[in-house]
C-alpha cells in the first residue's frame, strides 16, 4: 500500500526507495524492486522504459486497476486503524 | 560495468523462469547504477551487493512462489499413498516370488531364497516409491487440486459419531494384497492357461480350460477385480463406513460374486478332456459347480448383512447413552 500510493507519479526504483526513506518508510532494495515487478504482472502498475537519459530506467506508475485496490486498501486501513486505536485508548498507553 | 554486478546479475536472472530473464536483468542493473550513484568504485560495490543480500534470495523474490517438489497441502496424502503402495505391493511381491520358487525346476536353499525374496522386495519397493513420487511431484507441478471435497461442519459430525463404524485398516489391506495376488493370477491365467491342468507323469498335462474361449472373460474378471480394489483403497481412506460407501462396497462385492456364476456357469470354456479324467457326467460337474455358486453366494450375502448391520445397526446410536452420567 506504501508503495502504491508513491505511485501516482511515474518513479524507478531507486527513485523509489528514497522518496518512501524520505517519509520514514524503511524498505530494503531487495525488496522493493521484486515487489514492484509482483503489483506490475498483477497489473496494478504500469511500466515503461525511458532511454533518453544515458542509463535506460525502468519507470513504474499506478493503472486504474492500481488505483481502485490503493483506495480499498485505505479505506481498510484506515477503518482498522480506528478499532486499533480505541482499543489503545481504552488504557493509558499513550 | 563493474564485473561483479554482470556476475551477481548472472547469478539471479539464472535462477528465474527465461522468459523474465532480460526483463529483470536490466531493471536490476539498472536500479544497482542507480543505488551507486556514480562511484564505481570495488569498496562501494562490494557494499551496494551486500545491502541486496544473496542472488539467491533475492531470485526467490522475484518469483513469489516457494518451490517445492511435493507441495505441504498435498504430502499428507503423500505419505499415506506411499504407506498403503509399499505396503500392498512389498507384500504382493513376496508371496508371488515365494510361490514362483515353488514352481522353479532347480531345488534351491533357503538362505539363496530368502536373499531372493529380499531382493525382488526391495526392488519393487524402490520403483514403487520412485513412481509415487513422480506422480506426485507431477501433481504438485501443475496445482492439481488433491481435496477430495470441500470441507464443512458435516464432516466433523460424523466423525464424532460412534467409534463401532470404524474399518479395520487391516481389513482394508488384507483385501488390497488379496485382490493384487489374484490380479496377478488372473494376469498368469491370461496369458497361459494351460497352466491350470492335471499334471501326471509320463503323460501330457490335460489344461482345465480352453484358452480361447476363457480369454475375453478374463478381461472382464480384470475388471472387476480393479473395481473392488479400488473400493479397498476408498474403505482404507475414509476408516469409518457411511451408506453410500456400503452401497457402493455392497455392489462391487455383487458385481464381482454375479461375473464368478456367470463365467463359471459358460459351460464352453470347460475342456472335455479334463472332465473326462473324473468319472461324472457332464450333467454332474454342472450340479456341482452350481452348488459352489451357491455357497459362495450365500457367503458374500452372510458377509454383506454383516456390514449392513454394523452400517445402519450403528448409525443411530441410543441418545440416552451418549448423555452424561449425572
Known amino acids: 500500500m506504501c508503495v502504491l500510493s508513491q505511485l501516482e507519479e511515474k518513479q524507478y526504483g531507486y527513485s523509489l526507495l528514497q522518496v518512501l526513506c524520505d517519509k520514514h518508510i524503511a524498505i530494503e532494495a531487495n525488496t522493493l524492486y521484486p515487489l514492484l515487478r509482483r503489483l506490475e504482472t498483477q497489473g496494478l502498475l504500469e511500466s515503461s522504459w525511458d532511454t533518453t537519459e544515458a542509463r535506460p530506467r525502468k519507470f513504474y506508475s499506478l493503472s486504474s486497476k492500481g488505483r481502485t485496490i490503493l483506495g480499498e486498501l485505505a479505506t481498510a486501513w484506515r477503518e482498522q486503524n480506528t478499532h486499533i486505536n480505541a482499543l489503545l485508548g481504552e488504557e493509558s498507553y499513550a | 560495468m563493474h564485473d561483479l554486478i554482470t556476475r551477481y546479475v548472472e547469478e539471479t536472472v539464472r535462477n528465474l523462469p527465461p522468459k523474465d530473464r532480460t526483463e529483470v536483468a536490466l531493471e536490476l542493473e539498472a536500479n544497482i547504477q542507480d543505488m551507486l550513484g556514480g562511484d564505481t568504485s570495488t569498496e562501494k560495490v562490494e557494499e551496494t551487493l551486500l545491502a541486496l543480500g544473496s542472488p539467491a534470495t533475492l531470485a526467490r523474490q522475484y518469483r513469489s512462489k516457494e518451490r517445492y517438489l511435493i507441495g505441504p497441502e498435498t504430502f499428507d496424502l503423500y505419505l499415506m499413498v506411499l504407506k498403503i503402495v509399499s505396503l500392498v505391493v512389498g507384500l504382493v511381491t513376496m508371496v508371488i516370488t515365494f510361490v514362483s520358487m515353488f514352481f522353479a525346476s532347480e531345488p534351491t536353499s533357503i538362505g539363496l531364497m530368502i536373499s531372493k525374496v529380499l531382493a525382488s522386495v526391495f526392488s519393487a519397493l524402490t520403483s514403487s516409491f520412485l513412481w509415487v513420487t513422480i506422480t506426485f511431484a507431477i501433481m504438485s507441478y501443475y496445482q492439481v487440486n488433491t481435496a477430495l471435497e470441500e470441507w464443512d461442519i458435516k464432516a466433523l459430525r460424523s466423525l464424532e459419531a460412534v467409534p463401532t463404524r470404524l ?54 474378471w480384470m475388471v472387476t477385480t480393479i473395481l473392488t480394489f479400488s ?3 476408498m474403505k482404507y481412506a475414509k476408516r469409518i463406513w457411511n451408506t453410500s460407501l456400503f452401497a457402493l462396497s455392497a455392489l462391487a462385492d455383487l458385481l464381482g460374486l454375479c461375473y464368478f456364476i456367470f463365467l463359471s456357469t459358460r459351460w464352453k470354456i470347460y475342456n472335455p478332456a479334463f472332465l473326462n479324467v473324473f468319472p461324472a457326467s457332464m450333467d454332474r460337474w454342472q450340479i456341482i459347480i452350481k452348488a459352489a455358486c451357491v455357497v459362495l453366494l450365500i457367503l458374500t450375502m452372510i458377509s454383506l448383512g454383516d456390514d449392513a448391520y454394523t452400517v445402519f445397526r450403528r448409525t443411530r446410536p441410543n441418545v440416552s447413552e451418549k448423555a452424561p452420567a449425572r
Request: charged content about 20%; glycine content about 8%; cysteine-free.
Open chain 2, 167 to 220: 474399518i479395520k485398516k487391516g481389513d482394508s489391506i488384507g483385501d488390497m494384497v488379496g485382490l493384487s495376488i489374484f490380479f496377478v493370477l488372473l494376469l498368469v491365467m491370461y496369458n497361459r492357461p494351460e497352466l491350470i491342468a492335471i499334471y501326471r507323469k509320463e503323460a501330457a498335462p490335460i489344461p482345465l480350460f480352453i484358452a480361447d474361449a476363457l480369454k475375453p472373460y478374463i478381461i472382464g
Open chain 2, 231 to 233: 473400493v479397498a483403497v
